[in-house]
């Protein structure tokens, strides 16, 4: 049982434009979702998250949108850069956190 | 920042030894630490919560007695994955939790583990 998912495997998207990663969860006793970015064998590092009682937060660049009624989170770069460039993990959190498949966003010059 | 160490980074090991893996939370105290494990291409899948100075607590389908987690001080996890076979070759991450819980997890840089 996936109870979250990220059904785009890759994302490939112009520097400057606005890159947008998709994720959806099952489980509605979540209370927390994040974003995490990750690179090759490296660990996770932490981007943005958003309570449940929330719709949208944004930091700098980067807004999660979070959409309950659809069980749908989104989050939005804007404008890309090649440094952005990374697997992107959506994670749902009850006590502990499901994380998704991932999302590998090229960023391209 | 907090900062979350994992050692050894790389390890090679043959099948039937044992192989222990640290954490450590280098400039906090961290009650609570997570153990996740990621084959490629797939998400990170968490393995056990470590609570300092309890046992840990698996997720189901993860073995306790292959997988031993020891969470001695506030500061130290260790992960031995004990008679290890090639399906054990995995990327084994770990993290620690800060202050506001769960929600709050600050990664290792991870241990790829391959079993020959």
């Known amino acids: 049982d996936q109870q979250v998912k990220q059904n785009s495997p890759s994302l490939s998207v112009q520097e400057g434009r606005i890159s947008i990663l998709n994720c959806d969860y099952t489980?509605?006793?979540?209370?927390?979702f994040l974003w995490y970015k990750k690179y090759p064998a490296e660990g996770p590092t932490f981007l943005i998250s958003?309570?449940?009682?929330?719709d949208k937060n944004e930091d700098g660049r980067f807004t999660v949108f979070l959409n309950k009624s659809a069980k749908h989170l989104s989050l939005h770069i804007v404008p890309s850069q090649p440094g952005d460039s990374a697997v992107y993990f959506c994670?749902?959190?009850?006590?502990?956190?499901?994380f998704g498949q991932g999302t590998r966003l090229t960023i391209n010059p | 920042g907090a900062v979350v160490s994992q050692h050894p980074s790389r390890v090679i090991c043959k099948s039937g030894t044992s192989v222990k893996i640290e954490c450590r939370s280098l400039?906090?105290?961290?009650?609570?630490m997570f153990w996740y494990r990621q084959f490629p291409k797939q998400s990170l899948m968490l393995m056990a919560t470590?609570?300092?100075?309890?046992?840990?607590?698996?997720e189901q389908g993860v073995e306790k007695d292959k997988f031993l987690i020891n969470h001695a001080s506030l500061t130290l996890s260790t992960l031995t994955v004990t008679s290890a076979h090639p399906e054990d070759s995995s990327f084994y991450i770990c993290?620690?939790?800060?202050?506001?819980?769960?929600?709050?997890?600050?990664f290792g840089p991870g241990t790829r583990l391959t079993v020959l």
């Open positions: 400039d906090f105290q961290a009650t609570t």
């Open positions: 489980n509605s006793m979540f209370d927390y």
């Open positions: 994670a749902g959190g009850a006590q502990k956190l499901v």
């Open positions: 470590s609570n300092e100075g309890s046992k840990a607590t698996y």
């Open positions: 958003i309570s449940s009682i929330k």
């Open positions: 993290s620690a939790e800060g202050l506001a819980g769960y929600n709050e997890q600050f």
